[in-house]
């Protein structure tokens, strides 16, 4: 079935470094992409979001990439800070039985070393 | 702006009752408004897509008969959990779309439940 997917379930990196979460989605009619940090019992917080038609967005201190070829995205996140520190779940939208609709990875939980 | 509530933060009921969740658009109109679910340490499950005037979609697997979604305005859907039993204890999450967007979600901030 469709699925959104991730390689890595926890990412560990050092204050200050740049991050990189990785995401492979199966669904080539998805249209829209979204990456969303979530920290402990709150609801999923809005990064960056990219259309299928680009392959690079940028935020403050966030890029996301798409490449449809291989069907793959990820979330560049730069000079990462503690405050980073959370799960991550990249989503996919699109038309599914006639609606749309947001489908979400397994999740990446990424820990800011100090 | 785009900002969603939801009430109660949290709650315990006892197994058999039912509990009604409640889900806010507290600056947009929402057509569309989605529930989730999310078990701990797991991802976001779409439960149902609720549209405002009509009966809600279920995603497969999810029992229409014990999840009923109301989405009476377009700034307020309604999840009740009826005859609940401790493996209905989870996160649930609502998002609402602007009706002026064909794409963004504005997530709430959740509702603990946990049934005894």
Request: hydrophobic fraction near 30%.
């Amino acid at each position: 079935g469709e699925s959104v997917g991730l390689h890595l379930p926890t990412l560990s990196v050092q204050e200050g470094d740049n991050s990189i979460i990785n995401c492979a989605y199966s669904n080539s009619a998805s249209d829209y992409f979204i990456w969303y940090k979530q920290e402990s019992g709150k609801g999923p917080q809005f990064i960056i979001d990219i259309r299928s038609n680009m392959d690079k967005r940028q935020g403050q201190r966030v890029t996301v990439l798409l490449n449809k070829t291989v069907k793959h995205l990820s979330l560049q996140i730069a000079a990462t800070q503690p405050g980073d520190s959370a799960v991550y779940f990249c989503a996919e939208n699109g038309n599914s039985g006639g609606y749309q609709k947001v489908t979400f990875g397994t999740g990446t939980k990424l820990q800011v070393i100090p | 702006g785009a900002v969603v509530s939801q009430h109660p933060s949290w709650v315990i009921c006892k197994s058999g009752t039912s509990v009604k969740i409640e889900c806010r658009s507290l600056d947009f109109q929402a057509t569309t408004m989605f529930w989730y679910r999310q078990f701990p340490k797991q991802s976001l499950m779409l439960m149902a897509t609720s549209n405002e005037g009509s009966k809600a979609t279920y995603e497969q697997g999810v029992e229409k008969d014990k999840f009923l979604i109301n989405h009476a305005s377009l700034t307020l859907s309604t999840l009740t959990v009826t005859s609940a039993h401790p493996e209905d204890s989870s996160f649930y999450i609502c998002s609402a779309r602007d009706y002026l967007s064909s794409y963004e979600q504005y997530f709430g901030p959740g509702t603990r439940l946990t049934v005894t």
